[in-house]
Structure formats: structure tokens, C-alpha cells
């Protein structure tokens, strides 16, 4: 069955520093890939997607994201964090077992930013 | 940019009791989605729906739940016989079409309070 593992429950950095969020998945097949963020009291917002093609992904609010086949892993990252990217975020895997398109959810990392 | 739309945006309700969460999906979307997060714990899927009926549905969505699309534009989860346990923020999706091109956009989320 897909699965998809965030090691970190929580981080913490420092406004400026880079940020760097884990995430692998469990897949047998080709899988897409997604980050969302969700701040608090909001839904789950976009920051990125995966299907095929550059393995580096760009997204929203200047994210990007890497797909590394080897080591199942689509971590997220940005190089200057800013206080307003503290909210929870989550790595998703379509599963395509399954062809309603549903997504299986990590459990989330939630981001914490230091003046 | 269009949304897709969750009300009410909290709800109490006591043991025992049915409630209704409304979901207003993007107006052109086909595929449409209830997630839920218990608090603390992963964003879960709980049933997907294509063409008027349920495609996929998780083992979580027993006899007590049931989806509906009374009309062109709302999307609703039913809840019969409301438990302690279902206490958690209920997110709406939809999609335009496969999930290669189109990714989910979720609502804001309905947070149930069952006491």
C-alpha cells in the first residue's frame, strides 16, 4: 500500500535561514507528488506538484521540491525562509491504483519561524 | 481565482445527532473529494465521487456517512448518527479531470465538534 513518512513533526529556523522538509513516499509505480500548506484556520493550499519530466519542481511563494527515484524522496525546500511561512505542511502521493485520483497524506511538519 | 466553498466553517453538535457539511466545489470540476483531519493526526480520504455516484470510499466511511450532489453546484457529507470519535475538520476537493493535469483544490475545511 502507498504511504507517505514526514520525519519531522516540527522545525523551527530562523526568518532567512534555508529550509529544507522531508518527505518519502512507499510507491510501486511512478508516483506524483505534492506539497501542500495549510496555515492555521485555512484549508490546504497548492505549493507544488510532481508528475514527470525535471525532477526539480518549482512552486508558489518560492518553493521548490526534488524528486530523487533512488531514494524515494520529494523533499521541500526554500533558501531564505520569511515569518509569514509558519503554518503546517504536507507531502502527498497520488495513488494510481486507484483511478479516482485520491491522495495519501503524511502527517505533517509543522514549520515554526524565529524572528 | 475561483474556490471551493465550505460551510458552515464550525459546527457543535451532540452525540447521537445528524449534521450536513455543504461543500460548494469550482463550478467546472467533475471529480469531488471529502477528506478529514483529526486533530493532531493525518489528513485522511474518505470518499471520492465521479458521475453521480461514490468511485472509491475508505473504510472509514461506514453505513453513518453518505455524499450527495443535490443540484449542479453543492456537494454535501451526511453524517446519520454522529459519534464522539467523528469529531474533526472535514475538508472538501475537487478536480477539473485526471489527476496528472488537474490537481485537487481544497476547501477551507468544516471543523465538527461532537460532544
Known amino acids: 500500500a502507498q504511504s507517505v513518512t514526514q520525519p519531522d513533526i516540527h522545525i523551527t529556523v530562523s526568518e532567512g535561514a534555508s529550509l529544507e522538509l522531508r518527505c518519502n513516499y512507499s510507491y510501486g509505480a511512478t508516483p506524483y507528488l505534492f506539497w501542500y500548506v495549510q496555515s492555521p484556520g485555512q484549508g490546504l493550499q497548492l505549493l507544488l506538484k510532481y508528475f514527470s519530466g525535471d525532477t526539480l519542481v518549482q512552486g508558489i511563494k518560492g518553493f521548490e521540491a526534488e524528486f530523487k527515484r533512488s531514494q524515494s524522496s520529494f523533499n521541500l525546500r526554500k533558501p531564505s525562509v520569511h515569518w509569514s511561512d509558519a503554518a503546517e505542511y504536507f507531502c502527498a502521493v497520488g495513488a494510481d491504483s486507484s483511478n479516482t485520483g485520491k491522495l495519501i497524506f503524511g502527517q505533517g511538519t509543522t514549520l515554526q519561524v524565529k524572528p | 481565482e475561483p474556490e471551493v466553498t465550505q460551510t458552515p466553517s464550525h459546527q457543535v453538535t451532540q452525540m447521537g445527532q445528524e449534521v450536513i457539511l455543504r461543500c460548494v466545489p469550482i463550478?467546472?470540476?467533475?471529480?469531488f473529494y471529502w477528506y478529514r483531519q483529526i486533530l493532531g493526526q493525518k489528513v485522511e480520504f474518505l470518499v471520492s465521487f465521479y458521475n453521480n455516484e461514490i468511485s472509491e470510499k475508505s473504510e472509514i466511511f461506514d453505513d453513518q456517512f453518505s455524499v450527495e450532489r443535490p443540484d449542479g453546484s453543492n456537494f454535501t457529507l451526511k453524517i446519520r448518527s454522529t459519534k464522539l470519535e467523528d469529531s474533526a475538520m472535514y475538508f472538501c476537493a475537487s478536480r477539473y479531470t485526471e489527476p496528472r493535469v488537474s490537481p485537487l483544490h481544497f476547501g477551507n475545511g468544516t471543523r465538527l465538534t461532537v460532544t
Open positions: 463550478s467546472n470540476h467533475l471529480y
